[in-house]
């Protein structure tokens, strides 16, 4: 971490952040396994998941959800990649049942036979979050380089008819927002009772892809307003919510709610993660289940104290009168934004680097005015193990050239 000398260490600090109690982890992130039939463009993995092949066994992960029900987390997601592609899912809900969580299955559908959906039922399983690309077979195949539209429109009538309360998640961008009403009309009609309008966070495949991705500002207010009619009329069918991308605000998300406040993540290995995005900050050693307890991992370890709170912050977070409203933003967007994690997130107008920010929602405007025929003539980069590892190479050979730059210099 590149933090100046002119403020204090945050590792240091933590333990005096302002909020001395820390409560105890709300959420648990199951993150059973980075594979996955898809190959989304906006996948929230990391870019070098092929790197991370490990998986947890079935008796390590049972121990991970006994220890965080201990420590008082009361929902769980199963989530991924795929986690259906684990055949102990039904006995990991099964457990998670008997210990009381409120189990939520985070799935592209794909594996979802008639036989497991009834197997996850008799498990216990609360609810299922069901994805889509898009309202189109085009663009869905498209964006997830598969054919898999018409077999997730299967598995939404088994969910339904297996009697599960069914959310339906659809991750918006400049490709899919002038579908909105399809998308909703979509919803609808399977009976979804929630559907999640999410605009793209860019990190993991969608930094990579950020190009082709961003929207332009009135892609945005157009859909918004057009789902502020679906609300008014059928509100009481469908929740709808649409989550506003950072970069058009002007102020940051409290990300997660605040570093190691509600929030804990187990990554398919095993690391313990305050956020899914954060394994690739530097400088922090996260965790790992398999060598320490969650107890301590929550509350002892560095990489869990090290942004908590607000005593990490630098100028001109630290004396900012709204830093408890945000705590700063999102740590892994300053990174990725400014090099620094500890800088304010760049959304923020106060942040000397907000330029960061408005520059791309400035390019994808002059990028939107090119023929739409050329947009997906541009490279995009979709999600597969190839691609990690390229991409994983690529990083590497990066560090170890700034590493000798910066011995020449
Ligand atoms: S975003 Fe797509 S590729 Fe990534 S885990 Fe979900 S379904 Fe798989
Ligand atoms: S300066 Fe920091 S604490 Fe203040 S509003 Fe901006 S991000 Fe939040």
Redesign the pocket.
């Known amino acids: 971490m590149n933090e100046s000398a002119a403020f204090a260490s945050p590792a240091a600090d933590a333990s005096q952040a302002s909020s001395p109690a820390v409560p105890p982890p709300l959420w648990l992130l199951a993150e059973l396994t980075y594979r996955c039939p898809l190959h989304c463009v906006f996948c929230s993995n990391p870019v070098n998941y092929a790197a991370h092949s490990r998986e947890l066994d079935t008796a390590q992960w049972l121990d991970v959800l006994r220890e965080a029900r201990a420590l008082g987390a009361a929902q769980l997601g199963f989530s991924g990649g795929e986690p259906l592609l684990r055949d102990d899912l039904e006995v990991l809900v099964a457990e998670a049942r008997k210990l009381g969580f409120y189990t939520n299955l985070i799935t592209s559908g794909i594996g979802l036979t008639e036989k497991r959906i009834g197997d996850l039922k008799a498990a216990g399983l609360d609810h299922i979050q069901l994805s889509f690309q898009d309202s189109t077979q085009e663009l869905n195949d498209f964006l997830s380089s598969t054919r898999t539209f018409d077999l997730k429109r299967r598995v939404a009538s088994l969910i339904k008819a297996h009697g599960f309360p069914m959310v339906l998640n659809c991750v918006l961008h400049r490709y899919n927002l002038p579908h909105v009403d399809r998308i909703i009309e979509m919803a609808l009609a399977m009976g979804a009772e929630y559907l999640e309008l999410a605009n793209t966070q860019y990190y993991g495949w969608a930094k990579a892809n950020q190009a082709q991705l961003m929207p332009t500002r009135e892609q945005l207010e157009d859909a918004e307003a057009v789902v502020q009619r679906y609300r008014e009329t059928h509100g009481d069918l469908c929740k709808i919510f649409f989550v506003v991308p950072d970069y058009f605000e002007r102020?940051?998300k409290r990300c997660m709610n605040g570093w190691g406040a509600v929030f804990l993540g187990v990554a398919p290995d095993g690391t313990a993660l305050p956020c899914h995005a954060a394994r690739d900050l530097p400088g922090l050693a996260f965790p790992n289940v398999t060598a320490q307890s969650l107890r301590s991992i929550w509350y002892e370890s560095d990489a869990f104290n090290h942004y908590r709170g607000t005593a990490w912050?630098k100028e001109?977070?630290r004396s900012?009168d709204?830093?408890e409203?945000?705590?700063?933003?999102c740590r892994c967007q300053a990174y990725l934004l400014t090099g620094d994690a500890a800088n304010?997130?760049p959304v923020?107008d106060?942040?000397p680097l907000h330029e960061k920010v408005v520059s791309v929602v400035r390019e994808a405007a002059v990028a939107r005015s090119a023929p739409a025929s050329a947009l997906r003539e541009q490279p995009i980069l979709f999600r597969n193990d190839a691609n990690s590892r390229a991409l994983a190479a690529q990083a590497e050979h990066t560090d170890h050239t700034s590493d000798t730059a910066g011995a020449v210099r």
């Open positions: 102020r940051p912050m001109p977070c900012c709204e830093k409203q945000d705590l700063g933003g304010a997130d923020c106060k942040s």
